[in-house]
């Protein structure tokens, strides 16, 4: 079996999956609880938030746990806005669904929204955004790495422009650059960061939204007094844990990842070009994705047929995988639907080998 759909989800490391079941045997009681069981899980709890925050070199930060970085997404955007009736927000065209799908919902009860465009290389128009942003932007949300292309955003000069705007808070969706690609930006400069664990061989069930201390965020969910009410119910302290270990175990290799991630898809760049039909949409700057089309073929077909020979990738987003729609990044790109229908995103990990890659490439020929 050829494993390349990373970006989709990750296998959980064997020394996570050990750990959880250690905190779901030791740390087993609720953390709202007050007698002394309970309050240990809160313990742990919080000594996972400073070890999160210690790693990843952020002081004056809150963190609420959420199922997962759609969740988180969700309760960042919502949750801020939610002070407002109407205002201005900035976005891009190739945001994540958990993204782009909230901002579609705001435009349709009073709020104004602009999606930047992206150039050849799958990067926002710094130009553009200088031009829309003004005194009454309340929200930028600008991914870090996309899902789809691999483009790194260029967060830092982001940041740089915000800051004539103090009244903005910048919203980073941080699911494909963590434990990916190295953060060529300061983490404090962010209002709002969300991260997903099973993309770092951490387990499904558990995101974070990460955010500035002293911001006010509406309720989105209604219950307990759980997380400052944000995200209320009963927390697992096993996924917090294992969040928390995948931080902790993969955010120090991202370098070394990353070169040995880049060696690869140099490979499988070389393989790629030697095929006469596949088009490659983008070599973007995170070497974990490669978006590449086989024009008049369906994306879906080409999963199947390479399926046939047990190897994995995918369409695009899982997300919006089975619409069969023109890929909304790729169209962004290309503006070309022939290569947004065909898409095939094919995603590698340090645990992907040269063979891996071979292979894919000698069945990519194959395919009639
Ligand atoms: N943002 C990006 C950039 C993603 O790639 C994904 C996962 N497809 C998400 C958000 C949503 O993550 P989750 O599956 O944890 O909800």
Redesign the pocket.
Known sequence: MIYLDY???TPMDSEIIELYARLQREFFANSSSLNKLGQRSDYMISRCKEDIFNTLGIKNYDIVFT???????NIAILGYLSNYKSGHIITTKI?????FEVYKHLEGVGFKVDYLDIDENGKIKLGELKKLINKETLLVSI?????IIGAVEPIKDVIEILKDYPKCRLHV?G??GLCKVEPNFDFNKIDFL?L????IYGP?GI?GLIYKKNLEIGKIMYGSNAQKGLKPGTMDVGLVGCMCKAIKKYYPLTEKHYEYVKSLQDRLIEGLKKLDRVHINLVGESPYITAISIPNINGETIVHALEEREIYVSTG???SSKLKKPEKTIMALTNNESLATSLIRISLSHLSTVSDVDALVCALEKIK
């Open positions: 970006t989709a989800t199922s997962n970085a759609t969740e988180a997404n945001e994540h669904p958990s993204v991914m870090w790495v996309n899902n969706d699911v494909q969300t997903s664990a099973h993309k499904k995101g987003s899982s997300c």
